[in-house]
């Protein structure tokens, strides 16, 4: 059974940083692409970083992009998403996801699995 878990959310003062933990397992880690996407009440879910485990490669939305980053732990089944100079409208629901093609993650925002969600609230 694939589980994907998240944790690190909270509430954060606008400018401050956090990091989110998604720990995977059910399948190779290093054979899926996983990604970061958040969805803010009354909007639609956004695709924010996607990262392939075989070569590194990551990719961002413009609207995260020097801001956030995301790594991997490949010996913990881990991906984070690291991120800083945090603004109110970074204020959403945050979910993990994997998919065996990044493509579905990163281009058609329909990847197989997804985790549960943790709240990230961005508020003085």
């Known amino acids: 059974e694939v589980k994907l878990v998240e944790s690190g959310g909270g509430l954060v003062q606008p400018g401050g940083s956090l990091t989110l933990s998604c720990v995977a397992s059910?399948?190779?880690?290093?054979?899926?692409?996983l990604g970061w996407f958040r969805q803010a009440p009354g909007k639609e879910r956004e695709g924010i970083a996607a990262?392939?485990?075989?070569?590194?490669?990551?990719y961002y939305a413009d609207s995260v992009k020097g801001r956030f980053t995301i790594s991997l732990d490949t010996a913990k089944n881990t991906v984070y998403l690291h991120m800083n100079q945090l603004k109110p409208e970074d204020t959403a629901v945050y979910y993990c996801a994997a998919d065996p093609t990044l493509a579905k993650i990163w281009l058609d925002n329909s990847p197989r699995y997804w985790g549960q969600g943790t709240q990230v609230t961005v508020s003085s």
């Open positions: 059910g399948f190779t880690f290093s054979n899926y692409g």
């Open positions: 990262i392939w485990p075989r070569d590194g490669d990551s």
